[in-house]
C-alpha cells in the first residue's frame, strides 16, 4: 500500500461517534479534534441517554471550545436521515449494539470502525458463549477483518468493517505473535497470559464492583473471560488468560510465559521482535520490564521480554493505555490506514493535558 501524508488529494473524511459520552468514545474524539484529515459531523449516545442534547465538552470539560458539539440520541430515524452523508463510523458502544447496526453503516456505503468485541470473534457460537447474545449478523461477522494495526495492515485496507482488538487482546498479542507467528513456541504447550486492568477498562457506567471504593487486586472472570478466544485466535495458539482489576484508574499489563522449542536461541527471540517491531513507531521495545506510568495517556505499547535458555521459556510483557492503544487511538490507527496515511498520524503529540480520564 502506498503510504501518503495528508495532501490536496484527501478530502476531509466526515466521521460520526457512537458512544461519545463513555470513556473509549471520549478518548477518541479527543483524538479525532486534533486529526486534520477529519470532520466530526455528529457524536451519538443512545436513545435515552441522560446525555441527550448536552454538548460533549459540558460532559469532558477539558475539551470546552475545542469541541463543542451536542450529543444527539441514536434512533432508526437519525440513522435515516444522518448515515448516508457519512464517511467512517466508529463505535464504542456495547457490543450486541455493534452487532446490530454496523451492516447497516456498511450497507450505505460508511466504513465502520467497532471498538466492542461485536466482530472480533469468527466463530459465531462464541457469541451466546462468551458474550451473551446469539450474533444476528453472520454475514458481516464472516466479512470483517481484525484490526490489531502493526500485523494487519493490509486486511485493514482491504475492508469496510474492522473489528477493533480487545484492551487485554492487543497487549496479549503484541506480545505473542512474534513468536508464535515465527513457531518458535512449543505448539500445544501451555501458554499462559496474566493481564492487570484499571477500572476504566469497565467503562463510564456505575457498578459496586468496578466501585474505585471497592476494588483491590483480584483476578476475575478465570477461564471464562471474553478475550480468552479472542486472544487464542488471534495468535493461532490456545491460551489461558487470567484478567486482573486493580486500584488504579488506566492502563492495562499483559505478562505471557511460553515454553520455546528447544533449539530455538535468546538470539532468534530477539531477531522475531526487531523484526516485528523495529519500525513501528507506536511500539517502543523498551529493554526494561515496562511501566503503566510510561503509557498512560499514550498510544505507545511499551514491551520487553527474556528468555531463559535453559527452561526453555520466554516471558514477555506489554503494557498500554486500555482507553488509547487498547481502544482509541488503535481505532486511529486503522482508520489512517485506510486512508493510505501512517498508522500513527496525528498521534505522536498525545499528552497527558489531552487525555481526558485523569488520575
Ligand atoms: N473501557 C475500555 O478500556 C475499553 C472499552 N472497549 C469497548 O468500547 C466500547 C465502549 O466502552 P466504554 O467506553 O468503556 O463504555 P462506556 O460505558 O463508558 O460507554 C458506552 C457508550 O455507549 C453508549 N451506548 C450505550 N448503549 C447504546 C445504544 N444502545 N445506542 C447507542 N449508544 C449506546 C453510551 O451512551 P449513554 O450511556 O450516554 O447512552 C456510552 O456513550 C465497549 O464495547 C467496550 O467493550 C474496548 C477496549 C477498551
Ligand atoms: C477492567 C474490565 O472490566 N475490563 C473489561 C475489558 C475491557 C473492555 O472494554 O473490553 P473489550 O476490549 O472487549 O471491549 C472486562 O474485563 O470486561
Same mark, same amino acid.
Given at each position: +500500500? ?10 476531509? &473524511? ?137 500485523? &494487519? ?99 492495562? +499489563?499483559?505478562?505471557?510465559? +511460553? &515454553? ?10 530477539? +531477531?522475531?521482535? &526487531? ?85
Amino acid at each position: +500500500m502506498a503510504k501518503a501524508r495528508l495532501d490536496s488529494n484527501n478530502s476531509m &473524511q466526515k466521521v460520526a461517534v457512537i458512544g461519545a459520552s463513555g470513556y473509549a468514545g471520549a478518548e477518541l474524539v479527543g483524538l479525532l479534534c486534533q486529526h486534520d484529515g477529519v470532520s466530526i459531523e455528529h457524536l451519538v449516545v443512545s436513545e435515552n441517554s441522560s446525555s441527550e442534547g448536552k454538548l460533549f465538552s459540558d460532559l469532558h470539560g477539558r475539551f470546552k471550545t475545542l469541541c463543542d458539539l451536542p450529543l444527539e440520541a441514536f434512533s432508526a430515524s437519525w440513522f435515516d436521515c444522518c448515515a448516508v452523508h457519512l464517511d467512517a463510523v466508529f463505535f464504542a458502544t456495547p457490543h450486541e449494539f455493534s452487532a446490530d447496526w454496523a451492516q447497516a453503516f456498511v450497507d450505505a456505503g460508511v466504513k465502520v470502525f467497532d471498538l466492542s468485541g461485536g466482530f472480533r470473534l469468527k466463530e459465531s457460537t462464541d457469541y451466546p458463549k462468551y458474550y451473551g447474545f446469539e450474533h444476528a449478523n453472520i454475514d458481516a461477522l464472516n466479512s470483517a477483518q481484525y484490526g490489531l494495526a502493526e500485523w &494487519q495492515e493490509t486486511d485493514i485496507a482491504q475492508t469496510n468493517l474492522i473489528a477493533v482488538p480487545g484492551c487485554y487482546p492487543t497487549a496479549s498479542l503484541l506480545g505473542l505473535k512474534p513468536i508464535t507467528i515465527n513457531k518458535l513456541h512449543v505448539e500445544n504447550s501451555l501458554i499462559v497470559v496474566n493481564g492487570i486492568s484499571g477500572v476504566s477498562g469497565a467503562g463510564r457506567s456505575a457498578s459496586l464492583a468496578t466501585n474505585f471504593n471497592e476494588v483491590s487486586l483480584k483476578a476475575y472472570n478465570v477461564l471464562q473471560h471474553r478475550h480468552q478466544p479472542e486472544i487464542s485466535q488471534e495468535a493461532h495458539a490456545s491460551v489461558i488468560f487470567n484478567p486482573h482489576l486493580a486500584p488504579y484508574k488506566r492502563g492495562l +499489563m499483559a505478562t505471557v510465559t +511460553m &515454553q520455546l522449542k528447544e533449539e530455538v536461541s535468546a538470539k532468534q527471540v530477539d +531477531m522475531a521482535f &526487531q523484526q516485528a517491531y523495529g519500525d513501528k513507531p507506536l511500539i517502543r521495545m523498551v529493554g526494561a520490564w515496562p511501566e503503566i506510568a510510561n503509557v498512560e495517556y499514550s498510544p505507545f505499547a511499551d514491551i520487553h521480554w527474556q528468555v531463559d535458555e535453559e527452561k526453555h521459556v520466554v516471558v514477555v510483557s506489554c503494557a498500554i493505555d486500555n482507553l488509547l492503544k487498547g481502544a482509541a487511538s488503535q481505532a486511529l490507527q486503522c482508520f489512517n490506514i485506510s486512508l493510505g496515511l501512517p498508522s500513527e498520524y496525528s498521534m505522536l503529540s498525545v499528552t497527558a493535558a489531552s487525555s481526558n480520564v485523569k488520575n
